[in-house]
């Protein structure tokens, strides 16, 4: 049960919004019904800190909220082609350029978690550059000469941190009982999933670890990199990382560099991620412009590294062939996908589904950006998930949050960036890889080998062996089975080894 605590908040969160009317904002009068308008009406009377636009208003309310709503602003932020651009780049100050905390605590926090002084580890440590929801970033070189960018957790930010989800947790809860149309979004599932992200956050030994991971798979693909973890400049709430090259994408002129290619860039964003997930199963869950650094022609360079998803063997199957079916316009295999993983009942129809489908996808396959109203198709694709009674899933929440953002981020970089183009390569070559004939061989010989095991332990002998045992009953025929077992996975990998 929630605390009276988290109540008060949630209270108080909707009271912040109000005074700055960003609730039900009047610059959007004429789009809300009757009831509303008036409910609007009212609130307003309560607004006391009006000035300035919808989105700065937001970005003031989020900010004083604290970091889990600064992340929802962060996000928020990067689909100026839902929202508006004007009404995202007031958002955009939540992305780094938060108020710092000073430096004399960050310098005590270094020490305290290195157990050394400063000047032992670093032969100079500057101002903050960066500052975020949780943490903030130094500028700093090493005794050894390397520049350094090290990260320090906010002091008091774990409590802060710990409000918040309570909070996120009742108000989750609360839409469950009450929202009936808001179940099948799970919010209970979905607060929860957010909160355990948001609490690996704030170890950042755990994000070091990450970053270390992303940093190798990363390099087997080319399309991003990542900073080197400087080990000896790590605790529990410091991070220290070799400095990125590049220009903060949140700075406006970091796309005006010379030499720069924004379509190969673009591209670059979308299949890395896409690379990440489909050929590792793990990938970085918060690529938001503030977390990215960019050069010319096209490198892309990613920070932060906190919140990180991964996707099983059987996630990764459906979202490849998701969008491969859709990169063919095959909505009938999309539509039995979506049947086999569980994501629509089985008792709706698969045909129906592959028409409502059909009626998303064409209007907007090969488009370029610039040509697709995408609130449209969201709502669109909102419309249908209802309909069909799909519901959210948690194991993908991460994923999905991910996959959003991205496509925002390259939609700023390019105007003209076509997803699915820059999506064909890296679907192709995993559709390739794993669903080849070859690849069909050595996953049956994994499951002939599973199934060896599997008899192996019910013919072991449950007790020790008699003197003058005798066999068991059922003994002959466990034992074919088994024999049969081994030449069907002896089979399989010989013609793994002759295809491989």
Known sequence: MASLGAY??????????????????????????????????FLRLFASRRQGRPGERLARSFEHLGPVAIKLGQFLSTRSDIFGRTFAEDLGRLKD?????????????????????????????????????????????????????????????????????????????LLERWAPPARRLEPVQFARTVIRATELELDLRLEAAGADELAEVMAADGYMASPKVVWDGVGKRVLTMEWADGMPLSDPAALEQPGLDRKALADNLTRAFLSQALDHGVFHADLHEGNLFVAAPARVFAVDFGIIGRLGVSER?????????????????????????????????????????RAVGEPVFGRTANAVAMSRVL???????????????????????????VEGVARGIDVD??????????????????????????????????????????????????????????GGAAFVWFTLGVAVAGAAFFLARLFG
């Open 379 to 405: 709502t669109q694709l909102f419309e249908i998930t209802a309909l069909y009674e799909m519901r959210l899933r948690p194991e993908l929440v991460l994923l999905q949050k991910t996959m959003v953002t």
């Open 417 to 474: 960036h076509n997803i699915w183009a820059a999506a064909e390569p890296v679907v192709r070559r995993w559709i390739a890889r794993e669903l080849s004939p070859v690849s069909r061989v050595k996953q049956l010989a994994g499951e002939a080998e599973s199934a060896i095991r599997n008899i192996a332990r019910m013919t072991a002998p449950q007790a020790p062996p008699a003197p003058t045992p005798s066999p068991p009953r059922g």
């Open 8 to 41: 008060l908040r949630l209270l108080g969160a909707g009271w912040t919004l109000v005074r700055n009317d960003a609730l039900l904002p009047q610059e959007i009068d004429g789009f809300y019904s009757s009831g509303v308008r008036g409910l609007a009406g």
């Open 97 to 173: 350029r938060l108020p710092p905390f000073p430096t004399a605590q960050a310098r005590a926090e270094v020490e305290r978690e290195l157990g050394r002084p400063i000047a032992a580890v670093f032969e100079r440590f500057d101002d903050s550059v960066a500052a975020a929801s949780l943490a903030q970033a130094h500028d700093a070189t090493l005794i050894d000469g390397r520049r350094v960018a090290v990260k320090v957790l906010r002091p008091g930010i774990e409590a802060r941190v710990a409000a918040d989800c309570a909070v996120l947790d009742l108000a989750g809860r």
């Open 317 to 357: 199957r459906y979202l490849a062939e998701i969008l491969w079916g859709f990169l063919r316009r095959d909505y009938a295999r999309v539509a039995q996908v979506h049947f086999d993983a569980g994501y629509v009942p089985a008792h709706h129809s698969v045909s129906a589904f592959a028409q409502a489908l």
